[in-house]
């Protein structure tokens, strides 16, 4: 790149967040400077076999940490803040700039992956206040969400000005009282906005988002009713839905119980930085449910998603130590499935059903707002910011798409949109903007305590075991001749029944013993294994139409 300011280029690089729901992370790059937005994780899919967490490539970042000046993180769910674990193991300490609930929600998430922060290097940043960072200047503004302390971005770039919205929706009546700060964007669209970046998560919807408000009516006419325990599950990071079961709760005289240790963290912690307010009595013990009657009892757990090991898929499968759920029992779910746990969510509703409880989720009743603009939203942020260019972020391809419909539909010229994906680079001039090439931005998998071990290949292997299963055939040659010692032995796993197909196993012991005599010496065992796999590879095909991952094992004796 040029030293000569004048033709220097601004990068903006999404290196996750585009055609796909999570994971989001971006950033942007400026001559010797770097500075990233957002660091989060995504669940996996029902075809990623074993992996626990999906976090973005940061090959890219890895080769310029020299250049990173700042970590701005712009709300505390996992989807924006998940990935700093594994991510600052590879680059280092960074400052990590967040409002006061996010850098506790960071904490947290630290402490859970036995990472200690130097609390030098998280700072903290209320709306409103300008930081240099490099040869950036941002500001955060207040943005209304699912979680309090939720903020959109304003970078000042030697280029112009750039906005990035964070996830945010038009509450007129918010739960923490924080709205949308409309004023600072009408105030920056005035000035001039060089580019907007926006969420796209709900631009399929039209109209506009529900208030946080209706959910707390919905609550409040559940406890008045309710002829049992409630059992509330949510995310531990929606602290605005706890406050607000903990005060529906204090009007009908429950007491209140945090069931899982995520949750107990992020509550107790949210109470240290006063946004949980928590009128005294109300909150319990676990022990202490045992001794009161089941009408004065709310329960708040994890497992909105029906993952395995979360409380309320113990409780309902009678695992959990504490608590069990049973006939009679009201049961919440206050979040809406991520994308790919659809099935995980709807086996858990069935064995809450199955327990005899009263079930309640977004199908049912409104026990839950999603957080993100719809239609009308979105276009009333294009209009307010009046931006050169737009980039649609967070949401799949046909999500930023339908958002660069919006947007045209406003008066933004398509050439001045650029829909994009994970790794693609736009850059930007004053006067200009393309998109100018490409790089490694793709999925690194967590599986256990390894991060990145796990690629496509061993995926793909995976998927084919899940499907056709595994046969291992061991292979006994003399070492001094080089010839066959007996037949070989077939051992199978998740391909057939060994004992209904002992005859067809015997008949592939025979033919594989046919074949492998074909050759006099079995010296070379990179051949004999190709032979041993294409030759029972094709027999167990024509039997059974399957094919299972096939596995040789040289003895020598």
């Not at 004048?6 to 585009?18: D, E, M, N, Q």
């Not at 309710?226 to 009908?252: E, H, K």
């Not at 759920?325 to 979040?335: F, H």
């Not at 001045?416 to 490409?438: H, N, T």
């Amino acid at each position: 790149m040029s030293k000569n300011r004048s033709k220097s280029r601004l990068k903006v690089i999404p290196l996750g967040g585009l055609s796909e729901i999570g994971k989001n992370m971006l950033v942007i790059e400026y001559e010797n400077d770097i500075i990233i937005i957002d660091a989060g994780l995504m669940f996996p899919g029902e075809d990623m076999f074993g992996i626990d967490l999906v976090i973005p490539d940061i090959s890219y970042l890895v080769e310029r940490k020299e250049k990173i000046r700042g970590i701005i993180i712009t709300h505390g769910h996992e989807d924006h803040i998940g990935a700093l674990p594994y991510i600052l193991q590879q680059l280092g300490e960074i400052p990590i700039y967040a409002t006061r609930l996010t850098q506790g929600l960071i904490s947290v998430k630290l402490k859970e992956n036995r990472m200690h922060s130097s609390t030098s290097l998280q700072k903290t940043i209320a709306a409103g206040v300008q930081v240099p960072i490099g040869k950036f200047k941002f500001e955060f503004f207040n943005v209304c969400h699912s979680i309090p302390d939720s903020m959109g971005v304003i970078i000042s770039t030697p280029v112009g000005t750039i906005v990035h919205s964070g996830d945010f929706k038009l509450d007129y009546t918010p739960v923490d009282s924080r709205s949308t700060d409309l004023s600072r964007l009408s105030q920056l669209g005035a000035q001039g906005v060089l580019l907007l970046m926006a969420d796209s998560t709900y631009a399929e919807l039209p109209g506009y988002t529900p208030s946080e408000r209706v959910v707390g009516e919905t609550l409040d006419r559940i406890m008045s009713t309710a002829p049992g325990r409630v059992i509330v599950t949510t995310f531990s990071s929606l602290i605005s839905r706890v406050q607000q079961v903990i005060d529906s709760a204090a009007r009908y005289q429950r007491k209140v119980f945090i069931v899982g240790r995520s949750m107990n963290d992020t509550v107790k912690m949210a109470i240290e930085l006063g946004y949980l307010k928590v009128p005294e009595g109300v909150l319990g013990r676990i022990d202490e449910a045992r001794n009161l009657p089941h009408h004065k009892i709310v329960f708040i757990t994890t497992g909105s998603q029906g993952e395995p090991t979360s409380a309320l898929v113990r409780m309902a499968n009678q695992d959990h130590g504490q608590v069990h759920v049973q006939k009679g029992d009201t049961v919440i779910l206050s979040a809406t499935p991520i994308p790919g746990n659809e099935a995980l969510v709807n086996r858990t509703l069935d064995t809450l059903f199955k327990r005899g409880a009263h079930v309640l989720y977004d199908k049912l009743a409104q026990v839950h707002v999603h957080g993100h603009a719809s239609q009308e939203e979105l276009k009333l942020l294009l209009n307010l910011v009046k931006p050169r260019y737009f980039m649609p972020i967070h949401g799949e391809y046909r999500h930023l798409s339908l958002h660069a419909n919006l947007a045209e539909s406003v008066g933004i010229p398509r050439n001045c949109i650029f829909v994009m994906e994970d790794g693609d680079v736009l850059e930007l001039g004053p006067q200009s903007a393309r998109i100018a090439g490409k790089v490694n931005a793709g999925n690194v998998y967590v599986d256990g305590l390894s991060v990145g071990e796990v690629g496509n290949v061993v995926l793909h292997e995976r998927k084919l075991l899940s499907r056709d299963g595994i046969a291992v055939v061991v292979v006994a040659v003399d070492k001094s001749t080089g010839h066959l010692v007996g037949r070989p032995d077939i051992v199978s796993r998740g391909f057939v029944d060994v004992q209904e197909a002992r005859r067809m196993i015997e008949e592939g012991r025979d033919f594989l013993t046919e074949a492998l005599n074909h050759q006099t010496e079995l010296t070379d065992w990179n051949q004999v294994t190709a032979k041993i796999k294409d030759a029972l590879s094709g027999f167990f095909y024509e039997k059974t139409r399957r094919r299972p991952i096939i596995t040789p094992v040289l003895v020598k004796v």
